[in-house]
């Protein structure tokens, strides 16, 4: 497969001169099309700035990330939106839909900001819908639908944009324990049968087992990785357990 993303000796410091924090240190990694990668490690890891770096949110230090032939940490302020907007889909713990819209509006958000046609969009929002198996609660708003429902709408809001990265920060953070099944059984879809390439950042182990690799990261650094291979999915929990041992901290084995 080919190399979707790059991330080349990535450092990321917070703080004063007097008093800096090295949130990510000399981090290396790539991502190939198509791959469903997972991010562990404890709070103060450095997972969440990793996300936040790659999604363009935060900026770096020292280091590049490449999407495909971009280097984003040389765009300039003004296109990093339009980049965003044309290659990363987001999946958030909170769902980030708008309760003014319906289901299907919330769905069709993004290709209407970029001036498609109405029909096409009807057409895309109800292929996709139906593929995540939402297409019954279109016409519903978000107060009206389940935690799970709501989150594949956000899986569905992300995907209509065809865009080369999902990022997923704890998707399964509100959700009980039958809605993040759902969910992740859904993000197996998305990756397999519609050749989304993921990067989800996670604690818990339960969701991790989902991926098809871990890395781990320690103080700012990555401290292992897992490839699940053809592994059972329960084999796979094991062995992301005990490296979770071995990191301690605060990552849980369910939901």
């Known amino acids: 497969?080919?190399?979707?993303?790059?991330i080349k000796?990535?450092?990321?410091?917070y703080g004063t001169k007097t008093l800096v924090t090295k949130a990510l240190d000399q981090i290396s990694f790539s991502v190939s099309e198509g791959e469903f990668l997972g991010i562990m490690g404890a709070s103060g890891s450095g997972k969440t700035t990793l996300l936040?770096?790659?999604s363009t949110i935060d900026t770096v230090?020292?280091?590049h990330i490449y999407l495909k032939d971009t280097d984003i940490t040389e765009l300039k302020d003004e296109d990093l939106a339009q980049f965003r907007q044309k290659n990363l889909g987001f999946v958030f713990q909170d769902f980030n839909l708008l309760d003014t819209l319906t289901i299907e509006e919330n769905i069709a958000l993004a290709p209407?900001?970029?001036?498609?046609s109405p029909a096409k969009i009807s057409q895309e929002v109800e292929t996709v819908a139906q593929r995540l198996g939402i297409g019954d609660?279109?016409?519903?708003f978000p107060y009206e639908v389940s935690g799970g429902q709501r989150q594949r709408c956000a899986c569905a809001r992300a995907l209509i944009a065809r865009p080369s990265l999902i990022l997923a920060d704890e998707p399964t953070g509100a959700l009980d324990s039958k809605s993040a099944g759902m969910l992740l059984e859904c993000f197996t879809q998305m990756n397999k049968e519609m050749q989304a390439t993921i990067l989800m950042v996670?604690?818990?182990i339960f969701s991790a087992s989902y991926c098809s690799r871990i890395l781990f990261l320690r103080d700012g650094k990555?401290?292992?990785?897992?490839?699940?291979g053809n592994k059972p999915r329960r084999v796979f929990f094991n062995e992301i357990m005990d490296v979770v041992t071995l990191l301690g901290g605060d990552v849980s084995d369910a939901q």
């Open 1 to 6: 497969m080919d190399t979707l993303l790059r």
């Open 202 to 204: 996670t604690h818990d």
């Open 137 to 140: 609660i279109l016409p519903k």
């Open 52 to 54: 936040n770096c790659i």
């Open 61 to 63: 230090s020292a280091g």
């Open 222 to 228: 990555i401290f292992n990785e897992l490839l699940k």
């Open 112 to 116: 209407v900001i970029q001036g498609e």
């Open 9 to 13: 000796e990535l450092e990321k410091y």
